[in-house]
């Protein structure tokens, strides 16, 4: 097989002696917040809106749920590889790596990396840590399908049980965080990784505080103290920023950004993958039927809902991938909007108003539907209300559920359909979205959908190092799931951030995984 050598520029790792500054997030967190940097501590205060239980990010241990975010967009985690800006696959923790056969990938990693617990990185902490990874994590053990590991000073050998062409691009997943499982998990879910803060503090739902590694092996960060704050109301993120309680800003609502835009404040913003989508609960006898399927598929007014109340912050969406990937919109087709053929198809289903109420009713029923969404992410309840607006049109009654606990919900079955966003292509590569949401054996398929084409085309996905033969096999699967009506597309996401003056280093990415490095600086 062909060899992959990853070339980068070495930088010296800086290590200092000396205590870890440790400082706490109470009442001193908001005081101190944009206002308080002495000539001694530089002071950073971050307003995010996804640092909760809602998100699946309870802390910030990469092998719980989601929280690998929380571990690798504050700074805390690292992962063998990474993405650049133009999202080609980069070292970072590795040096390189060779795939000698269909299922084994020999990895060579640096040899100057430390965590922050002080115990230097080779392959034996790195197969720990990816052996607990697997252990705990149903996503992770289900993408990487890894058979054996094998350590050797700093050669990491994986064999996975079957070909998985996407291997590296897993492994650079935010739960692909290396950390030092010698050095353990809190019972807050505090752990220790290679990145340049460290967290002496953690709440769910509040935030968490971060403070310099002095010791990290990629140079010097600048901040001493980085305060993380959980705001999940936009208005409130809008108001902490204006008023210099916060640094910075993650999350803020698209009406809030020209407030700005202007020379006090520096925005980054960037196209990404993570769409608003939606999926039918197939355990819904009504829902079975794909004309009332496709007739909701129909009725949503995706143009108006991203010209209009995302005032352009965002694309209307065909699939779950961009037009800028080789898989994306572009090659995929989904039925336009149309309410008057959605109100016919639902005629033809026999669903028509009897009593001219405004909705459509069938053997005496109402139809009503229950959309379930989560409000942590300001596009999904104006999405439920664009929705509710649009069904109305046709005579669905539309009864919206926007609640953190929406995870209870789905897991008792109280729902019809589910809106919530997705990474689709965070690495780049279009197999993860489909293992993880549409086929039987995916953690996220919510509604039961199944489909024998789609399962058919993932197992020559899952077979294919060809990226071309992948890219047509993707767009082959996207056009069955439009054609199934199981999945609702209504827009990708273009991410801001929001800085005061003085603040650099603090810029958007496209995989939407990276904000607190060691180059954020504030003045």
């Not at 700093?154 to 079957?162: I, N, P, R, V």
């Not at 694309?315 to 090659?331: K, L, Q, W, Y």
């Not at 005629?347 to 069938?362: I, P, Q, S």
Request: a negative charge; charged letters at 25%; hydrophobic letters at 35%.
């Amino acid at each position: 097989m062909k060899k992959h050598v990853l070339h980068w520029r070495s930088l010296a790792a800086v290590a200092l002696a000396g205590a870890v500054l440790l400082s706490g997030c109470g009442g001193s967190a908001s005081s101190n917040a944009a206002s308080a940097s002495s000539d001694s501590q530089k002071i950073f205060t971050f307003g995010d809106t996804t640092f909760n239980a809602e998100n699946g990010e309870s802390d910030i241990n990469p092998h719980s749920e989601y929280s690998g975010w929380a571990c690798i967009r504050y700074g805390v985690g690292e992962t063998l590889f990474r993405y650049s800006d133009s999202m080609e696959l980069e070292p970072w923790l590795a040096a390189g790596y060779e795939q000698t056969d269909e299922n084994t990938w020999v990895i060579t990693l640096r040899d100057n990396v430390t965590f922050s617990s002080g115990r230097t990185m080779d392959a034996a902490s790195v197969k720990e840590c990816l052996e607990d990874l697997i252990a705990e994590n149903e996503r992770a053990n289900g993408d990487l399908k890894l058979k054996d590991m094998q350590a050797d000073g700093q050669t990491l050998t994986l064999t996975t049980e079957e070909p998985v062409p996407a291997l590296m691009n897993y492994l650079s997943d935010p739960y692909g965080c290396i950390i030092d499982m010698e050095a353990g998990i809190t019972d807050e879910g505090i752990v220790a990784g290679t990145g340049p803060y460290i967290v002496t503090e953690l709440e769910t739902d509040h935030g968490l505080t971060l403070v310099k590694n002095k010791n990290y092996w990629d140079g010097t960060p600048s901040l001493d103290t980085i305060y993380v704050k959980t705001i999940s109301d936009g208005d409130t993120l809008t108001m902490a920023l204006q008023s210099g309680e916060l640094d910075a800003a993650y999350g803020l609502p698209y009406s809030s950004l020209p407030l700005f835009d202007n020379d006090s404040y520096t925005i980054s913003s960037c196209e990404t993958s993570r769409s608003f989508f939606a999926q039918m609960n197939y355990e819904n006898e009504i829902l079975q039927d794909d004309r009332v399927r496709e007739a909701i598929a129909m009725s949503i007014d995706k143009e108006n809902f991203t010209s209009v109340l995302l005032d352009g912050n965002g694309t209307a969406a065909v699939g779950p991938f961009p037009s800028a990937f080789s898989f994306g919109d572009s090659t995929v087709t989904a039925d336009a909007y149309d309410p008057e053929q959605a109100a016919a198809l639902l005629k033809e289903a026999g669903w028509t108003d009897t009593d001219g109420d405004g909705y459509v009713d069938k053997d005496g029923k109402k139809l009503t539907l229950r959309w379930l969404t989560y409000p942590s992410r300001q596009e999904l309840p104006l999405l439920a209300e664009s929705a509710q607006d649009s069904l109305k049109k046709i005579g669905i009654d539309l009864e919206i559920n926007c609640t953190a606990s929406h995870l209870d919900f789905l897991a008792n079955g109280q729902w019809d359909i589910y809106a919530s966003a997705f990474v689709c292509a965070p690495t780049g590569d279009p197999e993860y979205f489909f293992t993880t949401h549409c086929l039987d054996s995916s953690s996220k398929n919510r509604g039961n959908y199944h489909s024998d084409q789609l399962e058919d085309l993932e197992k020559k996905m899952a077979a294919s190092f060809d990226p071309e033969e992948r890219a047509e096999l993707a767009t082959q699967m996207t056009q069955v799931i439009l054609d199934d009506h199981g999945f609702l597309f209504a827009s990708h996401l273009k991410m801001s951030m929001v800085a005061r003056e003085g603040v650099s280093g603090l810029t958007a990415h496209a995989c939407d995984y990276y904000e607190i490095t060691k180059d954020l600086k504030k003045e």
